[in-house]
């Protein structure tokens, strides 16, 4: 069964760059028929969907959040079996629970998550 | 973006009833809606997908139906565990969407 581990760094200052690595197991990266996303849930909110890359290299993001999109890289070492998220110019309103997740593309939805990584912005 | 709405925003039942839990679209998604739950400190696991179809290690308690823009994930007899927050889930229209969560909690 496939897992999912995010890690990184738990506190970026504002202005700064968060930057989350997800490494998968149990399963292949490079499978055709996935993608990898991201998706964060701030602390008592509801879950907001942020990108997916495939081992194709090609990436959808979420266009309907013009602000987010325009700061987000997502990227991928399938010799790592590692997946990448990448946020510049964060605020506090980038503090939330990062999420990576196994995305079933035109077969499902995410099906399988990680625990979640809690990345704080302050100073 | 398709926005979900979900109602109830709380839904108070005892162990044993049964759970009604509805997620609307504000444009079709035809039947490429799912359902999560999460539980406090977990992260989302997936129950329904395309509608009505239950992930793998579902038990049964859980039923989902709906096309369109109109959903309902029903649990047929509570469990202790079941109380917890859904999010409905749609992957039909780019980018894809989350409902803001029905909490379920023990009355």
């Known amino acids: 069964q496939v897992q999912l581990q995010e890690s990184g760094p738990g506190l970026v200052k504002p202005s700064q760059t968060l930057s989350l690595t997800c490494t998968v197991s149990?399963?292949?990266?490079?499978?055709?028929?996935?993608?990898w996303a991201w998706i964060r849930q701030p602390a008592g909110k509801g879950l907001e969907w942020i990108g997916r890359?495939?081992?194709?290299?090609?990436?959808?993001?979420?266009v309907a959040n013009a602000a987010l999109q325009s700061r987000v890289t997502i990227w991928m070492d399938t010799s790592m079996s590692q997946f990448y998220l990448r946020l510049t110019s964060v605020t506090a309103a980038d503090t939330a629970v990062y999420y990576c997740?196994?995305?079933?593309?035109?077969?499902?939805?995410?099906?399988?998550w990680g625990q979640g990584a809690l990345v704080t912005v302050s100073s | 973006e398709t926005v979900l709405t979900q109602s109830p925003a709380t839904l108070s039942l005892s162990p044993g009833e049964r759970a009604t839990l509805s997620c609307r679209a504000s444009?079709?998604?035809?039947?490429?809606l799912a359902w999560y739950q999460q539980r406090p400190g977990q992260a989302p696991r997936l129950l329904i997908y395309d509608a009505s179809n239950r992930a793998t290690g579902i038990p049964a308690r859980f039923s989902g139906s709906g096309f369109g823009t109109d959903f309902t994930l029903t649990i047929s007899s509570l469990e202790p565990e079941d109380f917890a927050v859904y999010y409905c889930h749609q992957r039909h229209i780019w980018p894809r969407s989350f409902g803001p969560g029905t909490k379920l909690e023990i009355k």
């Open positions: 149990g399963g292949s990266i490079s499978s055709d028929n996935h993608y």
């Open positions: 997740a196994r995305d079933l593309g035109s077969g499902g939805p995410e099906d399988s």
């Open positions: 890359i495939h081992v194709s290299g090609s990436t959808d993001y979420n």
């Open positions: 444009q079709s998604v035809r039947s490429f």
